[in-house]
């Protein structure tokens, strides 16, 4: 995909919520269709006028530009791969609670990213969770999500 | 009673408060996801069993040193530990990246000190004078101020095509602050149900996912921070960069300024600050590079903030901003109600106080010039190490704001669709600019519509309105013609190249 594709869909998909936004506005109550309709509306005309310069400049420009790639990254799979961690830790968080995932996710994604000492790995790990203990949970006392699978 | 005030800070059990209060508040700063509110609240109960003053000076020590303190992961890691801190990382990681971390970390430091400095010499000051001022802002001078932050959007953009995107990020801001709860009738607007957006799309989370998770995203393709380590031999002690007294002058005097205002943050101020530098630098073209002018504005006007935000609480008992509305609660429960009395009949302890404040500016300056160095040595940690570490502190710092799962996911979320807008050339600061500021310029324009019966010539004919307007239009007329010109002169050379080729 090319770089000016993609921000085509994203031009495209933002007039869309542009338009849907205005369209929304009416389904405000009457008390506010003098004020915060009038500034969501305000909004939405601007966002969608803007897509609308935006593609035109893309126009005016597309016979001398040429289709540059769109490189999210570099490095596909750790890039990936730190994602789908994170999001597999963000899902699994309340089921397991957050000593139990943090002491999965962190070296499973410092070996995934390229660590290779073993034991920077784990002194690393279990540093960051006697910090976080201290810290976060004993001197803040901020509540830390607790397991609710067992 | 000044003297009076001296001898009661000069007491140990006042001067530990000051240090641990201020050092702790570097710590909170510096952690993402924790806030100096969090951290002044927090303090509260333990104040119970103090003196009313050591307590007063303990959390006013965290407020100094949390403002400061979201400075160090924003410049070294490019994650903000306050929002106020987001300009900073603008400016300040890219000089990380350049290896000029510990300079960065040394122009902040030193640019926060005068801020806090300058703004609590005002507090001492002027602060009655200045209290009847901030009562002349209405909701139509609340909806210039947050239009007045987002002219800054015009500032970032190089040319017409980065002008346009830069306005649609910012817009796309404004739009996401809507979802929530309307301020004036307080209906639910596209919360798809969860309970969670009621109270609107937190901005932390958000923050913490566009500019933190996006960039250990990034990270994942190089082996350190620091992209040249052939540059580094050990982290040096660089000189302070010359001509950075105006930007901190600039910074001191507007986050002053818009602290005094109340419901105004300390983002707010930043970013202004960080736009009128842009504005009046020689290197304009260094902003966004690594540009040491930028992080001396940002980091003067958010801890000129301090001092400003105090002067409406403890003259009037408006809260400048959601700190010193904790501070307030802790000066109520120990029965000093703000107003008159507290200059009076508790001056000695008011007074004592504000002193305070001077050390606490003192004392993050001393740790921040002899820590830099240390502090800057993150940057060499390897990134396989170095990234999970970060993601972890920002999944958590997402999630303690409100203690929530979905703010975990929204900081997932805006992290990948940062990476995405980032390479289609949309701007992240302008986008958290708008999420920012639009809750201020929604109720502002819809209260001052209400005032004024839905004439929008309330939005003109206020002499401070005026004033407003006259800033705005002199921050962004200078870019608009420079992007103008870059334009033209851009069209004219294609002309010409295409003329050479056709011969």
Known sequence: MTRRFAEIILLVGFLIAAFALYLSTAEYPKMVQGSTATYVRFL????????LIEMGLWLRKRGREEGKKLNVTSAPFRFWSLLILMFIYSILLEYLGFYIISAL???????VLGARNIWSVALT??????????V??????????QATLF | MIFESLQALLAPSSL??????????????GMPGLTATMAVALLIPVTFVLEPLTGLILMGGVYCGAMYGGSIPAILLRTPGTPAAVATAMEGYPMSRQGHGGLALKVSVIASFCGGVFSTFVLLMVAPILA???????????????????????????????????LISGLLGLVIAVIGTDPISGQLRYTLGLTDLYDGVSFMPALIGMFSISQMLDLTSTKRIVTDTSTLQKIKREPFPKGLKKFVGLGSITGTVVGVLPGEGATIAAFLSYNFARQYSKKKHLFGHGNPEGIAAAESGNNGCVGGSLVPTLTLGIPGNSVAAALMGGLIIHGLIPGPELFSKYGVMTYAFILSLFLANIIFLFIGLTMAPYFARISLIPTPILIPVVCLFSLLGSYAMNNSILDIFVALIC?????????????????????????IAES????????????????????QAIILWAIILVLLIPPIIQISRQSGRKKADVERQSDNSAE
């Not at chain 1, 996710?105 to 070996?111: C, E, G, R, S």
Request: glycine share 14%.
């Open chain 1, 44 to 51: 939405s005309v601007w966002l969608g006028l803007l897509c």
């Open chain 1, 105 to 111: 996710f962190l070296p499973v994604a410092m070996m």
């Open chain 1, 125 to 134: 790990s279990g540093g960051v969770l006697i910090f976080v203990y201290l």
């Open chain 1, 136 to 145: 976060f949970a004993k001197l803040l006392g901020v509540p830390l999500p």
């Open chain 2, 16 to 29: 530990l408060a000051v240090f641990i209060g201020t050092v702790s508040g570097v710590l909170v700063g």
């Open chain 2, 132 to 166: 009847i001022f901030a009562l002349t802002f209405g909701p139509p001078e609340y909806f210039l101020l947050a239009i007045l932050g987002l002219v800054g959007i015009v500032s970032m953009a190089d040319d017409e095509s980065s002008l346009v995107k830069a």
């Open chain 2, 415 to 439: 992290g990948i669709a940062a990476v995405i807008l980032h390479r289609t050339g949309f701007s992240l600061g302008a986008l958290i600019l708008g999420l920012i500021l639009g809750p």
């Open chain 2, 444 to 463: 502002g324009f819809a209260q001052a519509l209400i005032i004024g019966h839905g004439s929008y010539s309330i939005f003109f004919t206020r002499p």
